[in-house]
């Protein structure tokens, strides 16, 4: 079992940055494989970063590369996602997810993720 807590969220301007954290507990951390994702009302929860447990490699989706960089603390319990020029259509909750399966590469699908927090709402103005 793994227990996840999303924070860092909130409202910001056309451009501003944000760091949204996930701290995690209930099992070890150092051989999860964690991502974040983000929904919008009506539409499907989307894969945005994924960050692996065996060697730190990072994954993006293209609509974030080159803006967000996620990264993990072992020590901590702890993966952060960095959010540079911030744009309205990443208004969106944010997810944190886990997958406990120890695969060598994180996936960006949902079904491969066992775990997730409670969200953490966004909100970029324009």
């Known amino acids: 079992q793994v227990l996840l807590v999303e924070s860092g969220g909130g409202l910001v301007q056309y451009g501003d940055s944000l760091r949204l954290s996930c701290a995690a507990s209930?099992?070890?951390?150092?051989?999860?494989?964690m991502a974040w994702f983000r929904q919008t009302p009506g539409k499907e929860r989307e894969f945005v970063a994924a960050?692996?447990?065996?060697?730190?490699?990072?994954y993006y989706a293209d609509s974030v590369k080159g803006r967000f960089t996620i990264s993990r603390d072992n020590a901590k319990n702890t993966v952060y996602l960095q959010m540079n020029s911030l744009k309205p259509e990443d208004t969106a909750v944010y997810y944190c997810?886990?997958?406990?399966?120890?695969?060598?590469?994180?996936?960006?699908?949902?079904?491969?993720?066992?775990?997730w927090g409670q969200g953490t709402q966004v909100t970029v103005s324009s």
């Open positions: 209930g099992r070890t951390f150092s051989n999860i494989n």
């Open positions: 997810a886990a997958d406990p399966s120890s695969r060598a590469v994180p996936l960006p699908h949902l079904y491969v993720y066992d775990y």
């Open positions: 960050i692996s447990w065996r060697n730190g490699g990072t």
